[in-house]
């Protein structure tokens, strides 16, 4: 079996509302809407590409009970408009697409840029939607690897 490790299509998932219950703040979740749905992907990639790209800073202080030099890695403080432009990079990878969205204020259909994915995510049902996309796609990828370890034990 081949598997494509460049591939960059993700799941599609037929579009699910939300709301949350106020007297437990559980989510519910509606069912399927006909017509409006979203290709997403695992955004683990996305982000350990990005750890990798990071460099760490070091420096060395005085450990005060051992009076010895410790040296100490960390990552510099991220500024409002970095944090901001990393989240939108991630929406960006992890909603490639999407079809049958309407703009109700401007009574037309949404075309999927990264303009457009970033403001949906400001959206708290939409938000919702994506969060449990990828949950969903995490559980199958454990399930996956546990299925894989189990057959591997059989063989």
Not at 120 to 129: C, S
Request: charged content about 30%; some cysteine.
């Amino acid at each position: 079996m081949f598997i494509n490790l460049d591939a960059t299509q993700g799941e599609w998932f037929e579009f699910f509302s939300s709301t949350v219950n106020p007297d437990t703040g559980i989510i519910e979740y509606g069912k399927p809407v006909k017509g409006a749905r979203a290709e997403i992907r695992s955004i683990t990639p996305f982000y350990e590409e990005l750890m990798a790209a990071k460099k760490p800073s070091i420096e060395r202080v005085i450990n005060s009970k051992t009076h010895k030099m410790d040296r100490i890695e960390f990552y510099p403080a991220q500024t409002v408009e970095e944090i901001k432009a990393e989240r939108g990079d991630a929406w960006d990878y992890a909603i490639v697409n999407f079809e049958g969205f309407k703009d109700k204020a401007a009574q037309k259909v949404l075309e999927c840029t990264r303009e457009n994915k970033i403001a949906m995510m400001k959206n708290p049902v939409f938000d919702r939607f994506v969060a449990r996309c990828l949950q969903i796609l995490g559980e199958s990828g454990v399930q996956e690897k546990e299925t894989k370890a189990k057959n591997s034990l059989k063989s």
